[in-house]
């Protein structure tokens, strides 16, 4: 039985990864790394490391990942200042119906979480989380299971007791890593063909996701 929703920010309850994938290339190619929307994609929710060794890979050992990444977040800051930031399309809903019937609900990004929780308040979506776990409360970021671990023991939860929403590859392998019942929900791609095997199901947006619900409460 579910009791509880896991969910990634940036792609899913937020349309912010648009934001990182255009920002992480200005902020390469700044620096004269030939950064494209397919070298973007690959590091979505990957934790510090990780993205380090894949990014190198890329790029060679010259990448500086640091200070690629301060400009990224200089960029991004100074657009999301003007323009602000928008939730996902059925964000609202989503999450209105799972307060409304008694389910706990965290998130689990690898944005800091004082900027995770100003980016939810700025859309009035903050209330709705019992709880913000953030890559840098845990020991391995995504793709890792830790942070999915650590948000549903927050929440005082058993990982299979939780349903997990994900847009990435990273983000579903540490999810189902975890032992939750994860769904993939597209953004930018789809990669549902390789993650098959790990998918508790595919939702066609947020609003789409009440439908494990529906099932689980009859």
Same mark, same amino acid.
């Given at each position: 039985?579910?009791?509880?929703? /896991?969910?990634?920010?940036?792609? #899913?309850?937020? +349309? *912010?990864?648009?934001?990182? !994938?255009? &920002?992480?290339?200005?902020?390469?190619?700044?620096?004269?790394?030939?950064?494209n929307r397919e070298h973007a994609l690959s590091i979505r929710s990957m934790a510090r490391p990780f %993205?380090?060794?894949?990014?190198?890979?890329?790029?060679?050992?010259? &990448?500086?990942? +640091?200070?690629?990444?301060? @400009?990224? /977040?200089?960029?991004? +800051?100074?657009?999301?200042?003007?323009?602000?930031?928008?939730?996902?399309?059925?964000?609202?809903?989503?999450?209105? &119906?799972?307060?409304?019937?008694?389910? @706990? !609900?965290?998130?689990? $990004?690898? $944005?800091?979480?004082?900027?995770?929780?100003?980016?939810?308040?700025?859309?009035?979506?903050?209330?709705?989380?019992?709880? #913000? %776990?953030?890559?840098?409360?845990?020991?391995?970021?995504?793709?890792?299971? +830790? /942070?999915?671990? &650590?948000?549903?023991?927050?929440?005082?939860?058993?990982?299979?007791?939780?349903?997990?929403?994900?847009?990435? !590859?990273?983000? =579903?392998? *540490?999810?189902?890593?975890?032992?939750?019942? $994860? !769904?993939? #929900?597209?953004?930018?791609?789809?990669p549902e063909e390789q993650l098959k095997p790990l998918l508790y199901g595919t939702a066609d947006g947020?609003?789409?996701? /009440?439908?494990?619900? =529906?099932?689980?409460?009859?």
């Open positions: 039985m579910i009791k509880g929703v /896991i969910s990634d920010m940036d792609g #899913v309850i937020l +349309d *912010s990864e648009k934001l990182y !994938v255009r &920002f992480w290339c200005e902020a390469a190619n700044f620096y004269g790394f030939p950064m %993205a380090i060794e894949k990014l190198q890979g890329y790029f060679g050992a010259e &990448f500086d990942y +640091d200070s690629v990444r301060e @400009k990224r /977040i200089e960029l991004m +800051d100074a657009y999301v200042s003007q323009h602000g930031i928008e939730a996902k399309k059925g964000a609202q809903k989503l999450l209105g &119906f799972l307060k409304e019937n008694g389910y @706990k !609900v965290a998130l689990a $990004t690898a $944005t800091p979480a004082q900027r995770a929780e100003e980016y939810l308040r700025r859309v009035d979506l903050l209330k709705y989380f019992d709880y #913000v %776990a953030s890559a840098r409360m845990v020991k391995n970021g995504k793709p890792k299971p +830790d /942070i999915y671990l &650590f948000a549903a023991e927050k929440l005082g939860l058993k990982p299979e007791e939780c349903l997990a929403l994900e847009d990435s !590859v990273n983000g =579903v392998r *540490s999810a189902a890593a975890a032992g939750c019942k $994860t !769904v993939l #929900v597209p953004d930018l791609d789809n947020l609003e789409d996701v /009440i439908k494990f619900f =529906v099932g689980d409460m009859q």
